[in-house]
């Protein structure tokens, strides 16, 4: 790639870099995007400092720098750059006089010496006439030097004064209408310049040749004066420079005669029709004035060749006109809209073509020059780049739906805005009482900026009716909903009922005939389109408004960069890119507010990456560098002495610790695998992006280290296309002929290696080069000695086993008995291997012949025993799958399959076609199939599904278990939280495998995973830590599962020493089996079955006082009443009478036994119950406590003791709850038993169960609050709807036996009456505007109204509310405090201004740390927090009066359907809270009401003091919608 491959879309000039004293042509970037080069911008460049995009017309203000202080694009700039470091060397090639001339320097014997020179006395006489010669050549060259440098100027100065001179006498008679053009014309005289460019260029070379011939000269005047210097310099090569005459013709003079041809010229016939086409410079080149210069020095001066030749040098392409840009074609897609653009105000200025004018002995020449000029413009020789789309959002919905208007179409929706204004300002379009108006109608409306925009009817309402119509009258429309067809957003509008259609017309305006035809040929500016390939992140959620306002945020109202995929549905699949380097969906994806839909990864699309490592040659020492360890058998090594690296690690330094390359190079979206640079210690490497961890952090590799680290994105720079040249300089390695001791390798061994190795030179050998990770060998350096080597150190400390040893080992005869081979070694025996590599397609996978440190994706996780994974090594096959599914299926037609289970298919899975399983069919036609490559299942139509040839059947996933770990807490099954916890960890992840069992299914396998420092870890190990499992028990062969004594499966020392063979010169190797013992045979297991203990004795109903001991996960209390305790304690002691001595275990089955006794970890028996068995362990219920724990067999014996004594603890459950969910929550059983266990509580027993076994329906109370209102309050149950009244909830004290005490209650007061609830204020229908006012408002059309009627609210007696509540505030503080605290509980409560008014309890609000209640004052319908001493008992006084406040409806509108306030009432979601501010200010007032409807719900209508209804102008506005 060279330089001009990127060029100016104008002047079609190529961008280049400064250089010496060469200020470059550099691309900078106008505000819309578009890039120009710095001669275009200064040429359009206004005198207000403004310049306008010739591509969209859009203004951009540069500051005082100027055109130098807009931004450079970097990509074109990298790309430049990157082309002159490749090219350096071949560019200056071809020029003779761009490079000097060396020869070899001649040999010793051919040097002359001083006695030579002497012997030569030639040499003065022929340097004298060489000095002669080029003395005359110097004056000619002198001469033309100053000839064209004097000359240039003017000329050049004599052009621009006729040129302004024309211009000046047009713009006199343009008088003031031309002033702005002038400057601008002036401004384009720049381009004259160019003429000159060959001139210059030759004064360069005349510059050049008189600094080599003075150097000559000077040389031959040293050589002259002292001859013995003649060895020191090349004689021959200063005499052929001094020597070379000068030859006139080859130098190009023809400049000092050369006229622009340029002229101004004002047509005042046009300047009405166009002021486009009234001033402009025209081209006079068949009148061209040449003035012939002549130079007297060289007329005598002949060469029969021309050495220099000018034909090359392209000074017409340089001195190109500057024109403006018209605007692009629009695609295929918007074909039918005038894209034509035009105005009468706009100016333009059109060059003509220039051409070269020479002295008349050169006219061939330079008419051939011209010719080809010509052609030039006409046939231009490279085509210009297709243009990009620049647009901008108008209307967004969500990413998949949203509008765009293109910038090169702003103009064209002037002009029709225009038009449509023009048309709306007259008669014709007004709407009379004959006009009818439907739906999907085109109509215009006056909307704002004092415009008429064109819309379409998309709903219509009549006068007098809810329901929409599809037409009506134009004088019955109460409102319409339209769609603004250039914006692409809908807006609701209301016509007022009494303006008619004077009133409709100051909104509305209709086509005729003509217009309408007019507008019609106006395509919608506004396109809808869709962000290609992405899908919410929740599917069953969809788009989110986070997603919604992210976009908005992102897009703003500025021009991005839009790329078209395609089209669906009406809309274009699109991504948008506000810079050159951020794409929109990418950004969403990265947000984690999308997903990309498929997880294969487009051709096309992979991101530029780093070459691979460069592989050793084997069996080759070089020394190395080991940059990072993580065990012998994963390190990486760095060759050192690489001076290429050692560049690229400076060039990376100064350009990234620049201040503005954070600005520059900031990466917003990373992609996998993208390769780019961050920081490490303070230096900047290239790094290479291997995971996604969220929160906007990722997982990257330093590919020159083998460092793996989690940044954040932030941290993260692009990297030039210049770094890529060299490959990583990590070498990942392995140790080789060395193995671990274990199955991984132990902290003391990598620790070890480490210190040996780690960021030290070694000298490494490779043994092998094309497997991954190498393996090596590595050698200590030593000064005058071979180093050791790093495995044998290793292997002498005992921290490794050396393979080689073993080989030997194994290949020696021993002379013993043959064993059959161990079961370890039959398993690898049938590992399959993989065929040789070839093209053919492999539908299915199949394993690798290595098992260690594959390489996997996890793609779906249902327990630790579950998990499918792809192998990385198949991601091509299975990209080859795919694309054979979408080449057969994407343009098929549903096919009439009769569907069953087991069956394969393609399936369409989100717009992917993709392998499956059928699992199950509906008669709905919805199918569910399990994802072959991917081990999800997922619901389908059977339109989506096509039948799959039998040569694509297969699958590239792999069932997985996780070896060595078992589920926690004694279960057989996982758990849900350790299964949640482990798909969310390992679903999608990347992981190294190592298969220990390859042919179980599922396989048992070893995962590895990176954490947030780089290192891998064992998943199974993370699991054990975090508490989620337990290492798996590893039992020996003859374990037994208790059919013989305790004694008798205990093998002495002895016992199994006389068992061996008596051998001893035989050396086993650690590595090697033991002998296997004889097996034994386990007797059948005795079958026994116990009956159950009796039920427990249920105490009578009503309160008792007992003891909670204990709580079961399922939430039953288990309860013993006093007498039990005490029972409990005697039960104990029989119990340990009945069993002194632990019995003789024996082999049981467990499936009859129901009681049993258990040994507790306190060494006494209780008794017990059998739940379940699982494994070695038996779960047991405690009949007299209730407690539920794993005992192990050999603790629980199968018999029933003291049948006499029924269970002591009673089962209860409690009354009027039901828990959330199908049962207690976890967290809720929690809390019972922190609130219960050990605690004596008064229990009212409520109903006693049929069954005796059952579980008693009981009311606890804790403290003197009900334990259901806890539990309802936390929110972990909900009261049970069937319980007709609140009073059932109420917790009802324990009454006190009075006959026992001797109490006088002579004297006493009397207890204080029960007052019921509040009643309310009884409002009939038949009420006709009656005054009210609006005491609290909850919503805009949820209110508390109180109305103005004072005889409703006094007694007989004609005391008002107010009154009394004047008299009881006066004596407040004789009143009690509240004790008792039912729901819709009447009291006083204390409001901020220190007054007590009416109110009643709605709930607990707080408990800890202190007790509030919520409240609600019924005289004014507010809510209220208070603390219990501020609530009052309520006098009886007070309770007769109904309710001041009435909780009401207001009837005729609704929540806006669509609305774009974005602030909206927390508890009312529906309603803005603008809507809610604007209704507070129109409630204030005189207001009357209407009763509409008195069931199910009060509902009225408010008027305002005119007779008009309140929400009207919440209507108008756009907050809600009628109703």
């Given amino acids: ?582 794409s929109l969906r990418e950004h969403l994806v990265f947000m984690e507010l999308a997903r990309f839909y498929s997880p294969i990864v487009a051709a096309g699309s992979a991101p530029l990456l780093f070459y691979p490592p460069v592989p050793p040659k084997i069996n080759v020492e070089f020394n190395a560098m080991v940059a990072h360890v993580i065990s012998p058998s994963d390190f990486y090594v760095q060759q050192v002495e690489n001076m290429e690296y050692l560049l690229l690690h400076s060039k990376l330094q100064d350009c990234y610790s620049h201040p503005k390359a954070d600005r520059e190079f900031q990466i917003y979206c990373p992609s996998l695998s993208q390769a780019c640079v961050a920081s490490y210690d303070q230096e900047w490497c290239r790094v290479q992006v291997t995971g996604f961890p969220g929160g906007q952090m990722v997982q990257v590799r330093y590919v020159d280290f083998g460092y793996r680290k989690t940044l954040s994105v932030k941290e993260l720079r692009q990297i030039k296309d210049e770094f890529f040249a060299l490959p990583e300089m990590a070498l990942w390695c392995s140790l080789n ?242 299964c949640d916890f482990i798909s969310l960890y390992l679903t999608g992840a990347m992981a190294v495998m190592n298969i220990k069992e390859p042919t179980t299914s599922p396989v048992l396998v070893s995962l590895f995973c990176s954490n947030r420092a780089g290192q891998n870890v064992n998943f199974a190990d993370f699991l054990i830590s975090e508490g989620l499992a337990l290492k798996e028990r590893k039992y020996e062969k003859y374990v037994f599962a208790g059919a013989a004594s305790t004694s008798e499966t205990v093998f002495s020392e002895e016992s199994v020493l006389s068992e061996k063979s008596p051998e001893p010169q035989k050396i086993v190797s650690p590595s090697q089996t033991p002998p296997t013992p004889t097996r034994r045979i386990n007797p059948p297991a005795e079958r026994v079955q116990t009956r159950s203990y009796p039920p427990p004795e249920l105490p009578p109903c009503g309160h008792t006082l007992m003891s909670i001991s204990a709580i079961s996960e399922q939430g039953v209390i288990y309860a013993m009443t006093h007498q039990a305790v005490c029972e409990f304690d005697r039960l104990r002691e029989r119990l340990q009478q009945h069993i002194k001595t632990l019995p003789r275990q024996k082999n049981y089955n467990w499936k009859g036994v129901l009681g049993c006794a258990v040994m507790g970890t306190d060494m006494f028996w209780y008794r017990g119950q059998v739940q379940e068995v699982i494994g070695g362990h038996v779960k047991v219920r405690y009949v007299d406590q209730g407690l539920v724990e794993s005992i192990p067999v050999c603790h629980v014996y199968p018999v029933v003791l003291c049948e006499d004594v029924p269970q002591l603890c009673v089962p209860c459950q409690i009354n009027g709850v039901i828990p959330i969910g199908k049962g207690w929550q976890w967290d809720a059983v929690v809390l019972m038993r922190e609130l219960l266990l050990g605690r004596s509580v008064n229990v009212y027993i409520m109903e006693h169960p049929e069954d005796p076994r059952g579980c008693v329906t009981v009311e606890i109370t804790v403290d003197g609050m009900a334990l259901s209102k806890i539990m309802v309050h936390h929110q972990y149950a909900t009261f049970d709807p069937a319980i007709s009244s609140q009073e059932d909830y109420v917790v009802k004290p324990p009454t006190l036996d009075l006959d026992d005490w001797d109490i006088n209650t002579e004297g006493l007061e009397e207890p204080q009456p029960v007052l019921g609830v509040y009643k309310e204020l009884q409002i009939s229908k038949e009420r006709k505007h009656f005054p009210a006012k609006v005491k609290h408002i909850r919503t805009p059309n949820e209110v508390f109204l109180c109305v103005l009627d004072k005889t409703l609210t006094k007694l007989e007696q004609g005391e008002s509310l107010e009154e009394a509540l004047k008299r009881v505030n006066e004596s407040v503080e004789n009143l009690s405090l509240l004790t008792d605290f039912p729901n819709e509980c009447p009291c006083l409560a204390e409001y901020s201004d220190g007054k007590y008014y009416r109110a009643k309890l709605l709930g607990f609000s707080e408990v800890t740390p202190s007790v509030k209640l919520l409240v609600r004052h019924v005289d004014f319908g507010s809510d209220d927090i208070i603390p219990l001493h501020k609530l009052r008992q309520l006098p009886p006084s007070l309770h007769h009066f109904p309710c001041a406040a009435v909780y009401v409806k207001l009837a005729g509108f609704k929540p806006a359907n669509v609305s774009s306030e974005m602030e909206r009432i927390p508890y009312r979601p529906e309603w803005s809270m603008k809507a809610m501010l604007e209704m507070i200010d129109l409630l204030n007032g005189e207001l009357t009401a209407v009763v509409t409807a008195t069931e199910p719900q009060l509902t009225v209508l408010l008027y305002n003091a005119d007779g008009t209804l309140v929400h009207r102008r919440l209507v108008e506005k756009g907050l809600a919608d009628y109703e």
């Fill in 737 to 978: 002929d060395v193995v671990s001791l274990q199955e991984m390798w132990s902290d003391e061994a990598c620790d070890m290696f480490k210190e040996l190795v780690e960021h030290k030179l070694v000298t490494v050998v490779a043994k092998k080069s094309d497997t991954r990770p190498v393996p090596v060998c590595l050698y200590e350096i030593g000064d005058d000695f071979p180093g050791a080597s790093i495995g044998e150190i290793l292997v002498r400390n005992g921290l490794a086993f050396s393979s080689k040893q073993n080989q030997v080992k194994d290949t020696q005869p021993l002379e013993m008995t043959v064993w059959d081979p161990p079961f370890e070694e039959e398993v690898l025996s049938v590992v399959p291997t993989p065929p040789p590599a070839s093209e053919e397609l492999k539908p299915s996978l199949s394993l690798p012949t290595c098992l260690k440190d594959i390489r996997v994706r996890v793609t779906h996780v249902t327990s630790p025993g579950n998990i499918f994974v792809q192998l990385l090594q198949f991601d091509s096959q299975l990209k080859r799958v795919h694309d054979t599914l979408k080449s057969l299926f994407s343009k098929s037609e549903p096919q009439e399959i009769h569907w069953e289970a087991e069956m394969f298919c393609a399936a369409n899975n989100t717009g992917v076609w993709e392998r499956g399983k059928v699992c199950s069919v509906t008669t709905s036609g919805v199918v569910e199939v399990m994802r072959c490559d991917f081990g999800n299942k997922v619901k389908l139509h059977v339109d989506n599904l096509r039948p799959l040839r039998p040569d694509l059947i297969g699958s590239y996933l792999l069932e997985c278990n996780l070896s060595g770990v078992r589920p926690a807490g004694g279960r057989s099954t996982w758990t849900a939280t350790a």
């Fill in 1 to 582: 790639m060279s330089e001009t491959a990127v060029a100016c879309n104008i002047c079609g000039a190529s961008y280049t870099l400064p250089e010496d004293e060469a200020v470059g042509n550099l691309p900078h970037v106008l505000l819309c995007g578009h890039i120009f080069c710095n001669t275009c911008l200064r040429a359009l460049e206004s005198p207000q400092n403004v310049i306008t995009c010739p591509e969209c017309q859009m203004d951009t203000l540069i500051g005082e720098e100027g055109v130098d202080g807009l931004e450079v694009d970097s990509r074109i700039i990298g790309l430049i750059y990157t082309a002159r470091m490749n090219t350096k060397k071949d560019r200056h090639s071809g020029d003779r006089w761009k490079s000097p001339r060396f020869k070899s320097p001649p040999s010793y014997a051919d040097i002359p010496t001083q006695e030579n020179a002497e012997g030569r006395p030639d040499v003065v006489k022929v340097l004298d006439e060489a000095l002669i010669k080029a003395t005359e050549n110097l004056n000619q060259l002198d001469t033309l030097h100053q000839t064209l440098a004097n000359g240039i100027p003017t000329q050049l100065r004599r052009e621009r004064n006729r040129i302004i001179r024309e211009i000046d006498v047009a713009v006199d008679r343009a008088k003031s209408i031309l002033m702005k053009r002038r400057s601008m014309l002036l401004s384009e005289l720049n381009a004259v310049d160019l003429l000159f460019s060959d001139g210059r260029k030759e004064c360069k070379r005349i510059e050049k040749r008189v600094k080599e011939l003075r150097t000559a000269i000077q040389k031959a005047r040293h050589v002259r004066q002292i001859p013995s210097l003649e060895t020191y310099c090349n004689l021959d090569q200063i005499l052929e420079t001094l020597q070379i005459p000068v030859d006139v013709e080859s130098y190009d003079m023809s400049c000092l005669s050369l006229r622009s041809g340029l002229s101004c010229s004002l047509h005042i016939d046009n300047l009405t029709e166009s002021m486009r086409n009234c001033l402009k410079i025209t081209d006079d080149d068949d009148s061209c004035i040449r003035e012939e210069v002549s130079v007297e020095p060289f007329q005598n001066v002949t060469s029969s060749a021309e050495v220099w030749d000018s034909s090359s040098q392209s000074v017409q392409r340089n001195a190109e006109p500057i024109r403006k840009k018209q605007s692009s074609r629009r695609p295929s897609f918007m074909e039918g809209t005038d894209t034509e653009d035009t105005d009468a105000c706009t100016e333009m200025v059109e060059t003509a073509r220039s051409s070269l004018v020479a002295e008349p002995r050169r006219n061939e020449r330079h008419r051939a020059l011209r010719k080809h000029r010509r052609q030039h413009f006409e046939n231009p020789p490279n085509p210009q780049p297709k243009m990009v789309h620049y647009v901008m959002a108008t209307h967004i919905v969500n990413p998949g739906h949203f509008y765009v208007r293109y910038m090169i179409e702003h103009k064209t929706g002037q002009k029709l805005s225009k038009k449509i204004t023009e048309f709306c300002s007259g008669e014709n379009s007004l709407f009379t009482f004959n006009d009818e108006i439907k739906t999907g109608s085109v109509l215009f409306v006056y909307w704002k900026e004092d415009a008429w925009y064109r819309v379409t009817v998309t709903e219509l309402f009549q006068k007098e009716c809810f329901q929409s119509v599809t037409k009506c009258l134009a004088s019955e429309v109460s409102r319409l909903r339209v769609h603004f067809q250039d914006f692409g957003f809908s807006k609701c509008f209301s016509v007022p009922s009494d303006g008619g259609l004077k009133s409709l017309n100051a909104c509305l305006r209709r086509p005729d005939a003509a217009t309408l035809a007019d507008i019609n040929g106006w395509a919608p500016l506004a396109i809808r389109c869709s962000l290609k390939d992405i899908i919410p992140s929740d599917l069953v959620k969809g788009w989110t408004s986070e997603a919604g306002d992210e976009m908005r945020r992102k897009l703003g109202s500025e021009a991005v960069e839009m790329q078209v995929f395609g089209e669906d549905g009406g809309a274009l699949l699109v991504d948008l890119k506000k810079t050159q380097m951020l």
